[in-house]
């Protein structure tokens, strides 16, 4: 009992999980279905991992889960709709960052990133007065980077504004830069603004490595997802000015660590891809 507590919490690794990883992994990557032994251990993964829906038609699963992910991804999108209405009605820009970047599976927040401070206090004071916004309690990095957590009502999900991305206020990208670049796409059948496929990129590396200190089977999965469509000589360029040369090579090697992984990595000033055999 003690060792599988462990396990649980990360405290430690076991043979056991690591190989329900990959099984995990392996299945995801060559879209194939793959035997599951224990059916609530699997559960588990797929959620922590932020790929229930995904691996839904892959590997053994209960089917109350995969409608309830199904019905909270629903509610997340309309949750988004409600909230981008309510900001251009008010005329403050804003951008969807990570939220949809793991379709169709989706977190339990929606974030938005606004253009500073000033126009993030301006739609908080709108969102407590008019929308009756329950705000969330903040850790210390949160308040010195000025974000505001909420839920609003009969929603589940809560709803996060940046006004920066960042651990602890340090400006790694300009938010007015990454709204200029934003753009409108359709995703699941909804219209959605989304970052530059390169601003995707630095976010989920900048959030992985200095807010979560962890990667999630999705962080990896999207991660592989972005870098075909992203500009690469774009995304370099913005690692040396957003100066997390060092943090982004973790993030590759992190990936590099598996072998069933066909991970980029920087060489010779070009991100190149390396084709791995799966095992």
């Known amino acids: 009992m003690k060792l599988n507590f462990l396990e649980e919490i990360g405290g430690v690794k076991t043979a ?26 699997m559960l588990k993964l797929v959620k922590k991992n932020k790929v229930l829906l995904r691996a839904a ?21 309309d949750l988004y709709d409600q909230m981008s209405a309510v900001f251009t009605k008010h005329g403050v ?50 308040r010195l980077l000025g974000k505001f957590s909420c ?16 651990q602890l206020g340090e400006v790694h990208l300009d938010p007015v830069e990454v709204l200029h670049y934003r753009r409108k ?11 530059s496929d390169s601003d995707r990129v630095l976010i989920r590396v900048i959030h992985a490595m ?19 469509t992203a500009d690469r000589e774009e ?11 060092d943090a982004f090579v973790f993030y590759l090697a992190s990936i ?6 066909g991970s980029p990595e920087i060489g010779g000033g070009k991100i190149r891809e390396r084709s791995t055999v799966l095992p």
């Not at 200095?210 to 075909?228: A, C, Q, T, V, Y």
């Open 16 to 41: 056991r999980r690591e190989a329900e990883s990959l099984l995990l992994a392996r299945a995801l990557l060559r879209n194939n279905k793959a035997s599951v032994k224990d059916e609530a251990r």
């Open 57 to 77: 038609d892959l590997v053994l699963l209960p089917q109350e889960a995969v409608d309830e992910a199904r019905k909270d991804a629903a509610e997340a999108f």
């Open 93 to 142: 820009d804003f951008v969807a960052i990570k939220s949809f970047d793991s379709l169709p599976d989706i977190g339990h927040d929606i974030d938005l990133l606004v253009p500073s401070a000033t126009q993030l206090t301006q739609i908080e004071k709108i969102l407590l007065s008019e929308y009756k916004a329950s705000p969330q309690g903040l850790t210390h990095c949160d």
């Open 151 to 166: 839920f609003l009502p009969e929603y589940k999900h809560d709803f996060e504004l940046y006004p920066t991305i960042s």
């Open 185 to 195: 796409v359709i995703l699941e059948g909804r219209e959605v603004w989304m970052t």
């Open 210 to 228: 200095f807010r979560h200190n962890f990667l999630k089977l999705s962080d990896i999965l999207d991660f592989l997802k972005l870098i075909e």
């Open 235 to 245: 995304v370099l360029q913005k690692i040396d000015n957003a100066r997390i040369g």
């Open 256 to 261: 590099n660590r598996f072998p069933l992984f």
